[in-house]
C-alpha cells in the first residue's frame, strides 16, 4: 500500500481562447478547497527543459510539420518525466492545460502531420501514460480568437494562423472526443465563465469520488 489516494490527471483541450487557462486555475482551486492535493501545469511547458522548448516553439519562425510534432513530443517528455510523473505517484492530481491532443488537434489536423507520425511518438514519450479525463473547451474559432485579441497581447505564431486552419483545429478535437468519450467530454465554452465551469465541475464529479478528500 502507498499509503496515498491515487493520483489523478485530468487535461483541458480546446482552441485558441477558449477559456482553458481561466478554468484550469478555477478547477485547481475548486479542487484544492475540497482537500485535493493538486499540481496545475501546463504545455508546451510544465519543466524547465519543456519551457526552454516552449520558447523556441512560440516564438521561432515556424518548423516542418512533423519537426514541429517532434518538438511538442520532446518537450511533453521533459513534461511527463521532470513533472507529471513524479506528482502522479506522490498522489497529486494533475491537472494541464493542453497535452497530448493539442498535437493531434493542432500538428495533425492542422497542419497535417500523418497520425502514424503522431502514435510513434506518443509511443516513445508517453509510454502508456493516459489523461484519466481530458475536458475539450469548445468555441467556435472566431469567437475564441476575438477573446484572445482581446486579451491586448502580442498574438504567437499559432494565433496568426487563418481561420481555416483553426476550423480544422476545432474538428480535430471534436473528432477525438467522438473516437474516445470514455475519456473526453466536450464543455461548451462559449457560455459565460460560471456556466463553462459549472459543467467542468459536474463533469469531474461524475467521473471521481471526491468525498474521500473531505
Ligand atoms: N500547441 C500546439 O500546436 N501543439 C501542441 O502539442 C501544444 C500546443 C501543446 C500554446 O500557446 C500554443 O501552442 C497554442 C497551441 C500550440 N496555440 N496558440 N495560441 P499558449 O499556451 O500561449 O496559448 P493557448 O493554450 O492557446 O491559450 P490561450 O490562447 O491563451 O487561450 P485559453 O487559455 O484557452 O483562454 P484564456 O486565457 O483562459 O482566456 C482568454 C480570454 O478570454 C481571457 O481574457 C479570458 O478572461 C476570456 N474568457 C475566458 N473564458 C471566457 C468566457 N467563457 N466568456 C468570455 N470570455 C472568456
Redesign the pocket.
Known sequence: MSGHAPGRFITLE?G????????ARRLAAHLSGLGVPVLLT???GGSAGAEAIRAV??NGQGFDPVAEAML?FAARREHVVATIRPALAAGLWVIS??FAD??RA??CHGQGVPGEVYRRLAELALEGLSPDLTLI?DVPPDAGMA??A??GAAA?R??RLDTGFHARVRAGFLAIAAAEPERCQVID?G???EH?FAAMANAISQKFALDAYK
Open positions: 480546446g485558441e481562447g477558449a477559456g482553458k487557462s481561466t478554468q501546463r504545455e508546451p516553439l512560440l511538442m492545460d493542453r493539442s498535437t493542432y500538428q473547451l477573446r484572445a482581446a486579451r504567437d499559432y494565433e465554452a457560455q459565460a465563465q463553462v
